[in-house]
T-cell receptor, first 110, second 113 residues
Framework: QEKVQQSPESLIVPEGAMSSLNCTFSNSASQSIWWYQQHPGKGPEALI?????GNKKEGRLTVYLNRASLHVSLHIRDSQPSDSAVYLC??????????FGIGTRVLVRP | EAAVTQSPRNKVAVTGGKVTLSCNQT?????MYWYRQDTGHGLRLIHY???????EKGDIPDGYKASRPSQENFSLILELATPSQTSVYFCASGDKLGGLEQYFGPGTRLTVL
């Protein structure tokens, strides 16, 4: 069964700074990796996904995937108070299912 | 826009009682999922479905049943609710064509006393 671990557990950053989140997974044959954002009392919402080794940039978000080290990271440039949320890493390694990490809680201080 | 709705949003049940959580999606997605989310465990998959009439066991299916009577509807059934099933339950829909992006409902907070 896929194992997904996220670090740090929580992160406090000043407004305008970079937020950097990490995720490791157990299966190098994983097909896709997703990052979800979850605000309190809401369901998770997909932010960005990556399938191939390397990086992908969308707006203020950049994702880096290194399959050899089983590591993916999410970087949020120019963090805003509205970015305060829990960020979940999710990995697809079998069938039509995703395995989720526990999450990283991000607080952006104005 | 993709839409997944859940009912009820909050539920208090008694131990040993039967609980049914309902989910409806208007995305016309083939796949639907039921998760529970608990502090320290994250989102865990209970049951999922590939289409009307199909249900599959997820990672923690014990104590739960699922029903997919149509493309749009997916229910989670707790025949004999226990306090350990107190949690927040999320339904999601998704499709392989979308790269397995899953669209989540707002969640149901279930308390079993």
């Amino acid at each position: 069964q896929e194992k997904v671990q996220q670090s740090p557990e929580s992160l406090i950053v000043p407004e305008g700074a970079m937020s950097s989140l990490n995720c490791t997974f157990s299966n190098s044959a994983s097909q896709s990796i997703w990052w979800y954002q979850q605000h309190p009392g809401k369901g998770p919402e997909a932010l960005i996904s990556i399938f191939s080794n390397g990086n992908k940039k969308e707006g203020r978000l950049t994702v880096y995937l290194n399959r050899a080290s089983l590591h993916v990271s999410l970087h949020i440039r120019d963090s805003q108070p509205s970015d305060s949320a829990v960020y979940l890493c999710a990995v697809n390694s079998a069938g039509n299912k995703l395995t989720f990490g526990i999450g990283t809680r991000v607080l952006v201080r104005p | 826009e993709a839409a997944v709705t859940q009912s009820p949003r909050n539920k208090v049940a008694v131990t040993g009682g039967k609980v049914t959580l309902s989910c409806n999606q208007t995305n016309n997605h083939n796949n639907m999922y039921w998760y529970r989310q608990d502090t320290g465990h994250g989102l865990r998959l209970i049951h999922y479905s590939y289409g009307a009439g199909s249900t599959e066991k997820g990672d923690i299916p014990d104590g739960y049943k699922a029903s997919r009577p149509s493309q749009e509807n997916f229910s989670l059934i707790l025949e004999l609710a226990t306090p350990s099933q107190t949690s927040v339950y999320f339904c999601a829909s998704g499709d392989k064509l979308g790269g397995l992006e899953q669209y989540f409902g707002p969640g149901t907070r279930l308390t079993v006393l």
